[in-house]
């Protein structure tokens, strides 16, 4: 089980987008794209076949997860998590500052 996951709320903690929100969109190994972060500007060929456009186009781009934490609503800060298992025998992820559960 990981500690973040696709769907997940999750505040920058260092870089250029330091102290902004965002959804994580894709993991990829210890990278995650998040949405409306990191964006580059990137110079791109056009594919007349495929009918893709060339020129200059904004995209965001992968950041490592450890520069990344989950956002806790109740705190409105990055939180850590870790495990726990409930008595039903389920495995949920939690808060380490307030005890709650996150919602996934």
Sequence with gaps: MQK???????????????????KVLK???NKVLVEGINKV????????N???????IEKEMLIDIS???IYNPKTKKADR???KILDD?????????TKDIVSS
């Design 4 to 22: 973040i996951k696709q769907g997940d709320d999750v505040i920058v903690r260092i870089g250029k987008d330091k102290g902004k929100l965002g």
């Design 27 to 29: 993991i990829k190994e």
């Design 41 to 48: 500007r990137k110079h791109q060929k056009g594919n007349p």
């Design 50 to 56: 495929a009918g893709v456009e060339g020129g200059i």
């Design 67 to 69: 520069n990344i934490g």
């Design 81 to 83: 998590v870790g495990f």
């Design 89 to 97: 025998g389920k495995k949920v992820r939690y808060f380490k500052s």
